[in-house]
């Protein structure tokens, strides 16, 4: 008899270390994450409304046959978002067949004479800026982006700001300076003198875009 109560005891020792001992439930506490997806808006402010007027330029500065540079000419553009965001820009140029050089980074300044071309002009992007801080440009026809402090704007290609090397600047306020390099043609290129008061008439279009 003794024997079997001692088996007993056991069985019920054993039952009961096995039983899990309650615990008070750990406290959670949830992490959320709030914000929007905005597109940015953003509006582009030059000087003179980025008119470059060459003013009055005698027709005897023109000659036969070999071209006439004109003074550089230089406006601060300014580029204002309400988010932050990467800025790229390309070119189109409304003048290109009355273009005297057919690179990529000449634009024409508008026809004579019928079908003569008045000359050509370049556009260099300078003293870039992306929310006050001096910032590297560049120009690339690739997804390639290499830095450097003054850049020039060619037709099929893509200009901005670059943080470094294959590395777009992201900001609010881009700045940077426009500077055309105008260049009369010769009078053989305008098919003959100038007869009368004739304009200039480069024009072209400078297209926003947000990203490369």
Not at 3 to 11: E, G
Not at 137 to 165: C, E, Q, R
Not at 176 to 204: F, H, K
Request: proline fraction near 5%; glycine fraction near 8%.
């Amino acid at each position: 008899m003794m024997k079997r109560t001692l088996n007993t005891m056991s069985l019920i020792i054993a039952t009961f270390v096995a039983m899990p001992t309650a615990q008070a439930a750990p406290p959670t506490a949830e992490l959320t994450v709030h914000g929007e997806m905005v597109v940015p808006s953003c509006t582009v402010a030059a000087a003179d409304d980025g008119v470059y007027d060459l003013g009055k330029i005698s027709a005897t500065l023109i000659k036969p046959n070999a071209d006439t540079q004109l003074t550089p000419m230089s406006k601060h553009w300014t580029i204002s978002c309400d988010a932050d965001t990467y800025l790229t820009l390309t070119p189109t140029d409304h003048r290109a067949d009355s273009s005297t050089n057919s690179a990529s980074g000449y634009y024409g300044l508008g026809n004579i004479n019928g079908s003569g071309k008045i000359g050509t002009y370049y556009v260099e992007m300078a003293n870039g800026t992306v929310d006050g801080t001096p910032t590297s440009l560049f120009t690339t026809s690739s997804s390639a982006i290499a830095p450097k402090a003054t850049t020039y704007i060619h037709k099929g290609y893509v200009s901005g700001w670059a943080a470094g090397t294959n590395r777009l600047q992201n900001g609010r306020v881009f700045g940077a300076n426009l500077i055309i390099y105008p260049t009369l043609a010769s009078s053989s290129m305008m098919q003959g003198s100038i007869t009368e008061d004739s304009n200039i008439d480069g024009a072209m279009t400078l297209n926003f875009a947000f990203g490369i």
